[in-house]
């Protein structure tokens, strides 16, 4: 191991982010943001996301998320329990179970600030963000009632905490990244993969 360690150069990127690029970043998050929330129920629901509303219905129903057939949902049950709460503050609609995906996908620019400024020097980093904020694909999970934005922003705090872990290499630093790691598995089981990190 040391041999192949002593063959890498640690990547140290730029932290002289100035005012332009702090503005530029809030105005990313900004219209990312908004793109999440904008007409958030305005297509009734689709896919699968009608059997996470119905698991979440038989949660605040029954108290367990059985759907209308009998059949117990498990899949990720966090997720779940999340949006049973949700239509318990907001009703049993779209835009309530939609608006956990919107809130988290809109902290995954965030995450990707955090995550990305380890490798990267600000521009480049701006423009990760960016494709984060933007990508077709994640506003469109974002707008969906389904677990794969949190799979994505778990992944995202992974990688996060787990260079932090390698800047403090305190045993906390390390269970915290674990946790999170456990909980991205139990959203979608893929996340398996960055285990190898």
């Known amino acids: 191991m040391r041999l192949i360690d002593a063959t890498f150069d640690p990547v140290r990127a730029a932290q002289d982010y100035g005012r332009p690029d702090y503005i530029l ?3 990313i998050l900004a219209v990312g943001t908004w793109l999440r929330f904008w007409h958030l129920d305005n297509v009734g629901l689709h896919g699968d996301e009608d059997i996470m509303g119905l698991a979440a219905r038989g949660l605040v129903e029954q108290g367990a998320p059985i759907l209308p057939g009998g ?3 498990s899949r990720a049950l966090a997720h779940t329990y999340l949006l049973a709460g949700f239509t318990m503050l907001f009703g049993d609609n779209e835009w ?3 608006l956990p995906s919107a ?3 809109s902290l995954c620019g965030v995450l990707a ?3 990305g400024r380890r490798f990267l020097d600000p521009k480049p980093n701006l423009v990760f963000v960016a494709l984060i904020m933007f990508l077709p694909v994640m506003i469109d999970v ?3 009632a389904r677990m794969y934005v949190f799979y994505v922003a778990g992944l995202l705090l992974f990688g996060t905490m787990l260079f932090r872990w390698e800047r403090t290499r305190t045993s906390g630093s390390l269970l915290l990244t674990f946790l999170i790691w456990v909980l991205t598995v139990h959203l979608h089981p893929l996340a398996v993969f960055a285990a190898p990190l």
Request: proline share 0%; no cysteine.
């Open 25 to 27: 970043l809030v105005l």
């Open 71 to 73: 059949m117990r949902y």
């Open 96 to 98: 309530a179970l939609r």
């Open 103 to 105: 809130i988290v996908g």
């Open 113 to 115: 600030f955090f995550m």
């Open 142 to 144: 974002s707008l969906t």
